[in-house]
């Protein structure tokens, strides 16, 4: 008897009611599990994400919810190889597998490593402040905090694992809950690796919820508080985007939708190069990993028109070497379609693609599978077409079969090339196969607006190359046009689509206080303690130490000069700055901040571990003998910082804006310095 698909909501598992629908192996046909999503409550599964998960996640800061990515990512790393048995029942070899479920926990892994380029608050401050005033006192900075709402993640077959883990990383490290609708198709590998999330503890309460079935009714009790991202076909994307009350609401809406991926042959890669066969190999990958059904995967090859018969051939020898079969056998290389319902969707695209193509490889009937039968599996043979006029012949260009399929065509020029790769008007990846640094400069110029990223392929990167199909979850993958226009990943980029950018205004102490950083203009706050024997939790924000002044000689300048070794004509010779903006010999900038550093520096031993670096030094006003200086030494932010392991001391890292002042109480040189400084607390 086939299992029952749970839905976890409202904090809860929840079995479906009635008989459901099945889901089939896609190498026996046999029926795996049922599932129905009839007679949810949405509307209180939305809620229960807003009113619980929603504050769960966003009383903790950016750190803590990174740190909690990782210990996730470490929980199913661990476990990882359960999944596989179930993977191969979507059709998965061993390779695709591993793609879908160790690439999904590395996602995880990256955003959870994301957590140190946010600030250690729950919110975001974007940017520098800007002056709105002349004399100061009225600013203006952006600060991005988490949307009040819900992720709603609609995703697609052919990445059970990935496709949910790619996004709710990212949510996640945002502060916003998510309901995950996965493929009705391929869902029962999902809804176990969401058991083992959830048993596992990690998340709070409503961070994460799923829903197994169709999910007809999911967006209607949406707001505009609430995201939704979408991973599918551009049909059924651009359907769901339409509906009224997302329009209405200005719901924010991010299609990733599967597109007609152009893989390009540079003029230089001849027959018996490096960069030849290299593209030969990727295109060969690219249409038989996950048996063809990759948003990524390469579906139009552009080649110059007298190697066509060339890339034919060696293409057709590589794609004789891929084995298929049951993903448990060994030497399978290929395993099925998802579904036979699918098998017949692709079949009907290939006949609509062989009206203007020839099929040059490959059968739709007659061809070998290992270790099942292939009239109860979702197997299907690699399909190779020549489109000899891919000008006139524009099926090319828009229809797609999601499976082991792609179409050659010819071109003439770089020019040609080009243009062929643009009419798919819009797809999420494109690949460039050449060695010469002009080619590759012409082909990302004239196709990068139709793309949402472009690989350069080559003998120099080939080694370490993550290749045409992979999506790196620190770059951003989307595309324009009928790659539906949307963009996820990206690192902090991706983060930001589930945050509400906000400029704040008022006085810089006020800016200051609201945002945990001090703005320049703020009130100071002076102790008599030096900061330098304060420890991490006695700092506040605002904390600064006027120091003592100091006049600047020409025996200053001169000695470092010496010590540095730094002659640069405006500090040693007069004579020179004739046409110049100086009046006379001036201070290195460096020996100002070197100055500065000994003016606020405490030599004494205290909370002070280290010096950890600077950051945007700017030298604003010439310094010549004569000249006074003085120090504004300010606390400007404090970030702590994780332990690296039971020995290792409790601190934080504190950012210190280092104001330098002359005679006149203008500012000479400006920036921020870094300690590494203990905490009192070591328990």
Not at 303 to 326: C, F, R, W, Y
Request: hydrophobic share 35%; with cysteine; net charge negative.
């Amino acid at each position: 008897m086939a299992n029952k698909l749970d839905h976890y909501i409202l904090g809860q598992w929840a079995p479906h009611t009635g008989a459901g629908e099945p889901q089939y192996d896609a190498v026996t046909g046999e029926v795996i599990a049922t599932y129905s999503s009839e007679q949810l409550d949405y509307e209180a599964i939305m809620d229960y994400a807003r009113q619980t998960g929603g504050p769960n996640l966003r009383k903790m800061t950016f750190r803590e919810r990174g740190q909690m990515l990782k210990r996730l990512a470490l929980h199913l790393f661990d476990i990882r190889k359960k999944y596989y048995p179930l993977s191969y029942r979507t059709g998965a070899t061993k390779g695709d597998s591993w793609i879908d479920i160790d690439g999904g926990i590395g996602t995880l892994f990256a955003y959870a490593s994301l957590r140190k380029q946010f600030p250690d608050k729950p919110f975001h401050i974007d940017g520098d402040a800007v002056n709105l005033s002349k004399e100061g006192t009225f600013i203006g900075h952006h600060i991005m905090v988490p949307k009040h709402g819900v992720a709603v993640h609609i995703n697609a077959f052919n990445f059970p694992i990935w496709g949910m883990l790619e996004k709710i990383s990212v949510n996640l490290l945002a502060g916003v809950p998510a309901v995950v609708k996965p493929s009705e198709l391929t869902s029962f590998l999902t809804e176990a690796m969401v058991r083992d999330i959830i048993q596992s503890g990690i998340l709070p309460d409503g961070a994460l919820q799923l829903i197994n079935g169709k999910g007809h009714g999911i967006l209607d009790p949406l707001t505009s508080q609430d995201i939704i991202t979408f991973t599918g076909s551009a049909s059924t994307g651009r359907m769901l985007k339409s509906q009224p009350h997302i329009v209405e609401n200005a719901i924010p809406f991010n299609m990733e939708a599967d597109s007609l991926n152009a893989a390009v042959l540079g003029e230089d890669a001849q027959p018996g190069t490096p960069t030849f066969d290299l593209f030969v190999k990727e295109v060969r990958r690219e249409m038989t990993v996950k048996c063809g059904q990759k948003c990524t995967a390469i579906r139009r090859i552009i080649v110059p028109e007298h190697l066509v018969e060339d890339v034919q051939l060696a293409l057709s020898q590589q794609l004789q070497k891929t084995t298929i079969g049951n993903p448990t056998v060994e030497g399978v290389r290929m395993g099925a379609l998802v579904s036979r319902s699918q098998m017949e969707e692709v079949r009907k695209r290939v006949q609509q693609l062989a009206n203007g193509s020839s099929i040059v490889y490959g059968d739709l009937d007659q061809f070998d599978v290992m270790g099942a039968e292939r009239e109860k599996g979702a197997f299907f043979s690699p399909i190779l077409l020549v489109n000899e006029n891919p000008f006139d012949n524009t099926d090319t260009h828009t229809v797609e079969a999601f499976g082991p399929v792609s179409t050659i065509m010819p071109y003439r020029d770089m020019g040609e090339a080009i243009e062929l790769a643009n009419m798919g008007k819009g797809s999420l990846v494109s690949t460039v196969a050449t060695a010469d640094e002009q080619i590759a400069t012409d082909y990302v110029m004239g196709s990068a607006p139709y793309h949402g990223r472009i690989l350069i392929l080559n003998e120099e990167s080939a080694k370490e190359s993550t290749g045409h199909g992979s999506p790196m979850p620190l770059l951003v993958h989307g595309g324009p046009g009928r790659a539906g226009g949307g963009e996820e990943m990206g690192g902090i980029r991706g983060v930001k689509h589930y945050l509400q950018r906000t400029a704040i205004q008022g006085h810089p102490t006020m800016i200051s206080a609201v945002t945990g950083q001090y703005q320049k203009g703020g009130a100071y706050k002076e102790k008599a303690t030096h900061p330098f024997q304060q420890h991490f939790e006695d700092l506040e924000i605002g904390e600064t130490l006027i120091t003592a002044k100091h006049t600047v000689t020409e025996a200053d300048i001169v000695n470092f000069a010496n010590v540095s070794g730094d002659h640069f004509y405006a500090h040693v010779d007069e004579t020179s700055l004739d046409g110049t903006i100086f009046e006379g010999r001036v201070a290195h900038g460096y020996y100002i901040l070197s100055k500065a550093a000994g003016l606020f520096v405490d030599g004494r031993k205290g909370p002070v571990l280290l010096n950890y670096g600077i950051e945007n030094f700017r030298f604003t006003k010439p310094v010549y003998p004569g000249a006074t200086i003085g120090v504004r030494f300010t606390c400007r932010e404090k970030i702590r910082q994780e332990k690296r392991d039971a020995e290792d001391v409790k601190k934080g890292i504190v950012k210190w804006m280092v104001d330098v002042y002359d005679e006149t109480e203008e500012t000479v040189a400006i920036g921020t310095i870094l300690t590494m400084v203990k905490m009192k607390d070591q328990s």
